[in-house]
């Protein structure tokens, strides 16, 4: 963390809600890079003060912020931003580890590119499940290969330049897939965003089979109704849509099946494909419900 008196180069703001079991991993990575001119933020939500008690006992140079009202992540990131005053903003994730080079790595990349950087997601665990839930939610952010321009990327990993940030607005506080908003809003302003494969985290994601298949769906329905909004979709093209699912479930397996390859984990991919399919099954189940709900009440974007 930065220790001089001016305003730091980074700032990382991470949201928080009942994050206990990762948080204390997260910061310590956090607290052990090589770069150090940056400060933290945190918000968090929790109904509870045990975010705030671990934070101020072992996490002082954490500038901690505390939300009486439940927010979702981005409008958590949010809040951050007004808190913060560095230049460069990155976010990521409670549930997030970082090597030391992290933010050196991102830092380096966007002086290098004058892009946002997007770096890439690895999976911690080693459950069948797990690594499954993570090809179905990450496989186009998975290590491996060289970098590239890329139009989509998570906030578990993502550097903006802090000026971005300010001409698209910020995040889209009342939905889960603010991210893929943002990007959207990012690419009609003009401004490109780079993944880099060696900037990566690792990421902690433990579900069940329940869990999985609901976040997906809801995200599925989710990601559908923000697309029709944002390209004004006719009902035209909303029927097409619905006939083309089978034909996108055969695409995201064999994407997933691709970044899997460049990234080293193709017997990983194959060990958990019936995982993948059951999740992409649900996102697309989700949108289904979405399309269908616009068609049947002449709904317009």
Known sequence: MSLSARAPLVSVVIPAYKSQDTLAVCLNSLKAQTFTDYEAILVDSSPDGGIRELVKR???????????????PHAARNCGVVLSQGCLLVFTDPDAVFPPTWLARLVATHEATGQGVIGSVTCDGSRWLDVGAHFCKFD???????????????????????RWYDEVGGFQPDIMLGDAVFCWHLERAGRGLWFDPQAGVVHHYHATWRELLRERYARGREFSEARRRWDAWSTGRTLAAVSLLPLRLINFVARAGANASRAGLITKYLMTLPV???????WLAGELRSYGRALTSGARP
């Not at 072992?58 to 979702?72: C, G, N």
């Open 276 to 282: 993948i399919v059951a999740g992409t099954c649900a």
């Open 58 to 72: 072992e996490y002082p140079w954490v500038r901690f912020d505390h939300s009486p009202l439940r927010l979702l």
């Open 140 to 162: 186009i952010w998975l290590p491996g290969g060289r970098g590239h321009a890329i139009k989509l990327g998570p906030t578990v990993n993502m550097l903006i330049p802090r």
